[in-house]
């Protein structure tokens, strides 16, 4: 391609994306946390000319994968699609060094390309880095910005990306795409005057925002650290039992014990945090299926009531949750002016039940097996907590250690594990409600907190 890039088309960004654009555009010098990173490592002889023709296949395939990010004279940013881009794709052999010495340098190889920052107005938005260790052992890289691609998107990609190398770039056998401005048209169409008044309610009388780090600025750029919990099978199928048994999902589970917590860090028994939704309506055909940007970040509000049981409480917070689901479309910004505050919450809560096909990794049908994938993704947020549905149970606090200690998060993972996998299930009431900042409280069950730890 030579000379200005022809322009194939001009869309209007979402809610979220541009409330991504200014987080990534309030420090340029500085590592930008919405880039996202996976490796997976493929063992077996690997054709790397169809590897990467299966990589351009994708980006001519999905328009919206092609986008910079522009302003108008008017101020407007907007999405600017090129009828076609280079794609980005470096290839590096370390097979001449002893293993050791290749994985430590691949290593660093990916430290340098996950901080390492896209031109928001230079596409494409991702990037791929292709690294044989040994001659049947490469390590292939693929970093985008989160802009053009979310989670739910990374499983769809990706099989679609393996599809097309087993298939040596024949398209005929990948789904129908739907295109990304049919979402932008659906998004366009909602009743937002509907969306005001349903959101104006919920927020209603809310007397502040629910800060864990106040006063502190949410805009750097500081790569998260991480803290892991996962439950058993026993205890992950119990909460589960208990939840149906209830008529209440896992997702208010889990809901509900962040509010508890976050009432027992605040202080405050009225309590909001983000939820980070799927934006995929049923309403929107094809929109399971589509790659691209498609989520929002929406408050949830949970009051803590201690003379009121738990079941009563997640009971309250599902319903309130559920008659806003068709509302989920309006932006961040627009509530923060709603509520009559800049800012509602700084942590949030992301439900990571991406439509996964293990079969869509199977390679051994060209010789190659997937023998590990690494994601690494992050967030502004002081402190964002991420739960991965299973037969075991996976969840995760992302924390910025400029403003926590490993110490204080593991206090705090520790409670979110003993209200995950114990409280829940004490007793057909189910524990009170607390907003205790000194302790988590007893619920009369001799199998349940009974030695609580002290809050942090």
């Given at each position: 391609?030579?000379?200005?890039?022809?322009?194939?088309?001009?869309?209007?960004?979402?809610?979220?994306?541009?409330?991504?654009?200014?987080?990534?555009?309030?420090?340029?010098?500085?590592?930008?946390?919405?880039?996202?990173?996976?490796?997976?490592?493929?063992?077996?002889?690997?054709?790397?000319?169809?590897?990467?023709?299966?990589?351009?296949?994708?980006?001519?395939?999905?328009?919206?994968?092609?986008?910079?990010?522009?302003?108008?004279?008017?101020?407007?940013?907007?999405?600017?699609?090129?009828?076609?881009?280079?794609?980005?794709?470096?290839?590096?052999?370390?097979?001449?060094?002893?293993?050791?010495?290749?994985?430590?340098?691949?290593?660093?190889?990916?430290?340098?390309?996950?901080?390492?920052?896209?031109?928001?107005?230079?596409?494409?938005?991702?990037?791929?880095?292709l690294?044989?260790?040994?001659?049947?052992?490469?390590?292939?890289?693929?970093?985008?910005?989160?802009l053009?691609?979310?989670?739910?998107?990374?499983?769809?990609?990706?099989?679609?990306?393996?599809?097309l190398?087993?298939n040596?770039?024949?398209?005929?056998?990948?789904?129908?795409?739907?295109?990304?401005?049919?979402?932008?048209?659906?998004?366009?169409?909602?009743?937002?005057?509907?969306?005001?008044?349903?959101?104006?309610?919920?927020?209603?009388?809310?007397?502040?925002?629910?800060?864990?780090?106040?006063?502190?600025?949410?805009?750097?750029?500081?790569?998260?650290?991480?803290?892991?919990?996962?439950?058993?099978?026993?205890?992950?199928?119990?909460?589960?039992?208990?939840?149906?048994?209830?008529?209440?999902?896992l997702?208010?589970?889990?809901?509900?014990?962040?509010?508890?917590?976050?009432?027992?860090?605040?202080?405050?028994?009225?309590?909001?945090?983000?939820?980070?939704?799927?934006?995929?309506?049923?309403?929107?055909?094809?929109?399971?299926?589509?790659?691209?940007?498609?989520?929002?970040?929406?408050?949830?509000?949970?009051?803590?009531?201690?003379?009121?049981?738990?079941l009563?409480?997640?009971?309250?917070l599902?319903?309130?949750?559920?008659?806003?689901?068709?509302?989920?479309?309006?932006?961040?910004?627009?509530?923060?002016?709603?509520?009559?505050?800049?800012?509602?919450?700084?942590?949030?809560?992301?439900?990571?039940?991406?439509?996964?096909?293990?079969?869509?990794?199977?390679?051994?049908?060209?010789?190659?097996?997937?023998?590990?994938?690494?994601?690494?993704?992050?967030?502004?947020?002081?402190?964002?907590?991420?739960?991965?549905?299973?037969?075991?149970?996976?969840?995760?606090?992302?924390?910025?250690?400029?403003?926590?200690?490993q110490?204080?998060?593991?206090?705090?993972?520790?409670?979110?594990?003993?209200?995950?996998?114990?409280?829940?299930?004490?007793?057909?009431?189910?524990?009170?409600?607390?907003?205790s900042?000194?302790?988590?409280?007893?619920?009369?069950?001799?199998?349940?907190?009974?030695?609580?730890?002290?809050?942090?």
């Open positions: 391609m030579t000379g200005r890039p022809r322009i194939q088309d001009i869309l209007p960004l979402t809610p979220f994306q541009e409330g991504l654009l200014f987080h990534s555009l309030f420090d340029l010098t500085d590592t930008d946390v919405y880039t996202a990173q996976w490796a997976f490592d493929l063992k077996g002889p690997l054709d790397t000319a169809t590897l990467r023709a299966a990589a351009e296949t994708l980006l001519r395939r999905h328009p919206n994968l092609r986008a910079s990010f522009r302003q108008r004279k008017t101020g407007e940013p907007v999405q600017v699609i090129p009828t076609e881009v280079p794609l980005p794709w470096r290839e590096i052999d370390l097979s001449a060094q002893d293993w050791a010495q290749a994985e430590r340098e691949a290593a660093r190889l990916l430290i340098e390309d996950r901080v390492s920052r896209f031109d928001l107005a230079r596409p494409p938005l991702l990037r791929f880095t690294i044989r260790i040994t001659p049947d052992l490469h390590r292939l890289v693929l970093s985008n910005h989160h053009i691609l979310d989670g739910w998107s990374m499983p769809l990609f990706m099989r679609e990306f393996f599809a190398y087993m040596r770039c024949d398209e005929s056998a990948l789904p129908h795409v739907t295109p990304y401005r049919d979402f932008l048209s659906y998004l366009a169409n909602q009743d937002d005057e509907a969306g005001r008044k349903a959101w104006s309610a919920e927020l209603a009388d809310l007397d502040g925002a629910t800060l864990v780090a106040p006063g502190e600025t949410h805009q750097a750029s500081v790569m998260p650290e991480r803290i892991p919990v996962e439950l058993s099978a026993e205890e992950t199928a119990a909460l589960t039992h208990r939840m149906r048994t209830c008529g209440l999902t997702n208010t589970a889990i809901q509900g014990a962040w509010g508890i917590i976050l009432s027992q860090l605040t202080g405050r028994d009225d309590v909001t945090f983000g939820a980070t939704v799927s934006g995929r309506s049923p309403e929107l055909t094809g929109s399971a299926s589509m790659i691209g940007m498609l989520i929002n970040t929406v408050p949830v509000r949970m009051r803590v009531v201690p003379s009121e049981s738990l009563v409480g997640l009971q309250h599902q319903d309130s949750q559920s008659q806003l689901i068709q509302h989920h479309h309006l932006g961040l910004s627009e509530l923060h002016r709603m509520a009559g505050t800049n800012e509602l919450f700084d942590t949030c809560i992301v439900f990571e039940n991406y439509p996964v096909d293990p079969q869509a990794l199977d390679l051994t049908s060209v010789g190659l097996q997937v023998v590990s994938i690494e994601v690494k993704d992050a967030a502004h947020y002081p402190l964002r907590l991420v739960v991965a549905p299973g037969e075991r149970l996976r969840l995760w606090l992302d924390y910025r250690p400029d403003l926590f200690d110490a204080s998060v593991e206090r705090i993972m520790r409670r979110l594990w003993i209200w995950s996998s114990r409280c829940w299930r004490c007793s057909s009431r189910g524990p009170p409600m607390c907003r900042t000194r302790t988590i409280p007893r619920t009369g069950s001799r199998s349940c907190c009974r030695t609580p730890p002290r809050c942090a």
